[in-house]
């Protein structure tokens, strides 16, 4: 199975990408998603979460995001922390998933994509950029945050400009029909390559 490793920073529009490959029949597996259900469902996540963070980690079963948030945004290093706990989980998920797709070729989202090498595991690599304030704008309307954490995340994440020199597509995401057609363009480029 071919798979293309779609990425962004965040509030570049990863989602909204995502979904215009979907419309066109494309199976897309979004990482963050499949990593909350699983810290949520696997036994052996919440048991490793726990031991890290502490029983706060979870409420009634459900995984306490803010207390998990506020310890990441003051001490970086647990996020490295999670990362080795979940990802493993998720990389062999996603494993089981790809078995079961039909498609052409698949679309996996994943925020950090070359942070954490998951690139190497791609044929082919979509950046989705959009300018700095109109993802800042977008993540203020999305969720209850601030400036400042919003900044504290991107500083965490590469570069745009790294990321596009690691890249086979860049789709620059301000509106939606713009947006479309870039998808459209690249879904047609992406099985010519692999005919």
Request: charged fraction near 30%; hydrophobic fraction near 40%.
């Amino acid at each position: 199975m071919i798979v293309v490793g779609l990425t962004g920073g965040i509030g570049s529009g990863k989602t909204t990408v995502a979904k215009e490959f979907d419309a066109l029949g494309i199976p897309v597996y979004i990482a963050d998603i499949e990593a909350k259900k699983l810290m949520n469902r696997s036994k052996v996540i919440k048991r490793k979460l726990i031991a890290l963070l502490g029983e706060k980690a979870y409420n009634d079963g459900k995984l306490n995001r803010p207390y998990i948030a506020n310890i990441i945004f003051n001490d970086k290093s647990y996020l490295e922390k999670i990362n080795a706990i979940v990802h493993p989980k998720v990389g062999s998920h996603f494993k089981k998933w790809v078995v079961k797709q039909k498609a052409p070729y698949i679309i996996k989202e994943v925020a950090i994509l070359f942070e954490n090498g998951a690139n190497t595991q791609c044929d082919f690599v979509i950046t989705v950029t959009a300018p700095k304030s109109l993802r800042i704008e977008r993540l203020l309307k999305r969720d209850n945050t601030s400036k400042e954490k919003i900044e504290a995340i991107m500083k965490n994440q590469w570069s745009d400009r790294k990321k596009i020199e690691h890249s086979d597509f860049v789709i620059t995401n301000k509106n939606i029909q713009e947006t479309r057609l870039q998808v459209r363009k690249i879904h047609q480029q992406i099985l010519k390559k692999i005919q």
